[in-house]
T-cell receptor
Framework: AQSVTQLGSHVSVSEGALVLLRCNYSSSVPPYLFWYVQYPNQGLQLLLKYTSAATLVKGINGFEAEFKKSETSFHLTKPSAHMSDAAEYFC?????????????FGTGTRLTIIP | KAGVTQTPRYLIKTRGQQVTLSCSPISGHRSVSWYQQTPGQGLQFLFEYFSETQRNKGNFPGRFSGRQFSNSRSEMNVSTLELGDSALYLCASASGRSNTGELFFGEGSRLTVL
């Protein structure tokens, strides 16, 4: 079974500082990987996805993630944090069975931005 | 185009009651998935429907059920509610024609069981 592990349930960074949210995956086949963001009292919104094309994936709001097979990682980064980035971030892996839209999520990382 | 719509947004029930939650997917999407989100367990997959058929099911007891209608709208039902069923229930839609994992989520239905 595929799974993802997010290191750090809470991360705090200063406004303008680098954001780094960690995600490691476990999969016996090339995975599809995703980062979703959840703002308070809202659903999840897709930030970016890796589907075996380019290993460096750019998403919305200035976020990007790099797929590293050797490290089984898919860490999310943003060069300069903004107050509006405060939210909970979820890494997810897709079940590759055809016709199956199931996602397995990590436990989430709550990002706090310090003014 | 309109996003995923879930109703009701908030509801309070008592133990033993049942509840039905509704989800209208994005127009043209034929796959609807349901997830339960709790502080302790995180996001847990409940089930996925495609063209009125359940395609996949998570590890939840039989009290949790769902269905999908011909217009792709979906409902999920929880019978004999327990305190532990208090959660945010998220619906997500996808085209269903390719396995990309790109889901579009609604804002959720927050269920409180007293």
């Amino acid at each position: 079974a595929q799974s993802v592990t997010q290191l750090g349930s809470h991360v705090s960074v200063s406004e303008g500082a680098l954001v780094l949210l960690r995600c490691n995956y476990s999969s016996s086949v090339p995975p599809y990987l995703f980062w979703y963001v959840q703002y308070p009292n809202q659903g999840l919104q897709l930030l970016l996805k890796y589907t075996s094309a380019a290993t460096l994936v750019k998403g919305i709001n200035g976020f990007e993630a790099e797929f590293k097979k050797s490290e089984t990682s898919f860490h999310l980064t943003k060069p300069s944090a903004h107050m509006s980035d405060a939210a909970e971030y979820f890494c997810a892996v897709s079940d590759l069975n055809f016709g199956n839209e199931k996602l397995t999520f990590g436990t989430g990382t709550r990002l706090t931005i310090i003014p | 185009k309109a996003g995923v719509t879930q109703t009701p947004r908030y509801l309070i029930k008592t133990r033993g009651q049942q509840v039905t939650l509704s989800c209208s997917p994005i127009s043209g999407h034929r796959s609807v998935s349901w997830y339960q989100q709790t502080p302790g367990q995180g996001l847990q997959f409940l089930f996925e429907y495609f063209s009125e058929t359940q395609r996949n099911k998570g590890n939840f007891p039989g009290r949790f059920s769902g269905r999908q209608f011909s217009n792709s709208r979906s409902e999920m039902n929880v019978s004999t509610l327990e305190l532990g069923d208090s959660a945010l229930y998220l619906c997500a839609s996808a085209s269903g024609r390719s396995n990309t994992g790109e889901l579009f989520f609604g804002e959720g239905s927050r269920l409180t069981v007293l």
